[in-house]
């Protein structure tokens, strides 16, 4: 059975920085497209960013240059870092990792790519 549980969430203020972690069980992230999402009150669930399975890495622009996801393949945790962080930023980021692997497996930053999440983790950034 596949298990995601993401921590790391919090409070922070505008400017700061937080790690978001995501440890799976009974699936292995190495060579794996995995993704990080956000959902926000109201709001329909939204990619973040994503890595492929030859570690290729793509974001939203709306986070270019302040996220970076990447992954610990030894600890089997997906990462998603964090920084200079915005009020609307605000929301419950999920992991999520996608059912097959391979070549020729789509890997993007849509909700459709993905077959497994977690339970996500709270992240409310202040003004």
């Known amino acids: 059975q596949v298990q995601l549980v993401e921590s790391g969430g919090g409070s922070v203020q505008a400017g700061g920085s937080l790690r978001l972690s995501c440890a799976a069980s009974?699936?292995?992230?190495?060579?794996?497209?995995m993704g990080w999402f956000r959902q926000s009150p109201g709001k329909e669930r939204v990619g973040v960013a994503r890595?492929?399975?030859?570690?290729?890495?793509t974001y939203v622009d709306s986070v270019k240059g302040r996220f970076v996801i990447t992954r610990d393949s030894a600890k089997n945790i997906l990462f998603l870092q964090m920084t200079s962080l915005k009020p609307e930023g605000t929301a419950e980021y999920y992991c999520?990792?996608?059912?097959?692997?391979?070549?020729?497996?789509?890997?993007?930053?849509?909700?459709?790519?993905?077959?497994?999440w977690g339970q996500g983790t709270q992240v409310t950034v202040s003004s």
């Open positions: 999520a990792a996608a059912q097959f692997r391979g070549r020729g497996v789509r890997c993007s930053t849509e909700r459709n790519d993905f077959t497994y």
């Open positions: 009974g699936y292995i992230i190495g060579g794996a497209c």
């Open positions: 890595i492929a399975s030859d570690g290729s890495t």
